[in-house]
């Protein structure tokens, strides 16, 4: 419920504009004046922003945005309860000229590093993601909403024996934040969401849980490895392009807010050898 989030809105927006081509496409509440925006729409040609609508034109409205997710059904203090009839489609990422600059040039160099270090070429690049920032907000001054992000993170041994395992055939590349749980073994680089997405295009594809990554790989039409635990179901918010995995068991997906036992269950029945057979077969 993050940057993800305005990817999937980017995938519907491109649908609403291309059957009302003449209308202009906005993020919002129009019955209450709310005009939303955020960086992931930058350069899109699709979704008009408050400073350029135009009310006498047609418009399309997408009531999408912190605290009205269409993914969602319902939710109380404990738990998420997901809308069954929601499935998202690949969203769109426009990067500029600046973004790709900085990225390219980050990869070049991460290339020339992986060279002198390895008498051996990679099999493939990774990007690696596997980190995640326990999220809350506030909207319309309700309590704040607590994501159950915590519930989405696999035990950090365990991805590092993912490196450990794979690190002279494939490059792994990991963008770092100030969250990061940084891995031995993957060439790193410090940058913002978008600069990261950027420098995901140039590899060949993603590893890591559901969010914004495995998003804006969908969106960069990448294949991926991604962890959805038990949280929140493929179907939901994942793509047939990746390789997702889903522990059905009692509970699944279980959306609780607080961390929870059937989440760390779920965790604990990924396990190392099946990621690096999935992440094997997309390479």
Known sequence: MGFG???????FARLAKKKHP???????????????????????PNITDKKNYQKSKKTICLNTYPG???????WNEKRIFWNENF???????????????IARKAFDKILNE?????????????????????KEYSADNKKNFFLGEKNK?????????????????????????????KLDGTFKFKSDFRTACALMSFCDCFLGWEGGFSHAAAALNKKAVVLFGGWIHPRTTGYDLHSNIYIDIEGSPCGMRDSCKHCEECRNLITTKEVISRLNKIL
């Open 5 to 11: 989030d305005e990817i999937m809105t980017t995938g």
């Open 22 to 44: 003449e209308a202009q496409i906005v993020i919002g509440d129009l019955k209450k004046n709310y005009f939303y925006d955020n960086i992931i729409f930058k350069n899109n």
């Open 68 to 74: 009205q997710r269409p993914y969602v059904k319902s």
């Open 87 to 101: 499935k998202t489609i690949r969203g769109e990422l426009y990067f500029d000229k600046k973004e790709l600059l």
């Open 114 to 134: 992986w060279e002198s270090k390895n008498n051996t070429k990679f099999q493939g690049i990774v990007f690696i993601e596997p980190s995640r920032k326990d």
């Open 153 to 181: 993170c696999w035990i950090n041994e365990r991805w590092q024996e993912v490196i450990d395992y794979l690190k002279n055939e494939i490059l792994f590349i990991q963008t770092i934040h100030s969250e990061s749980s």
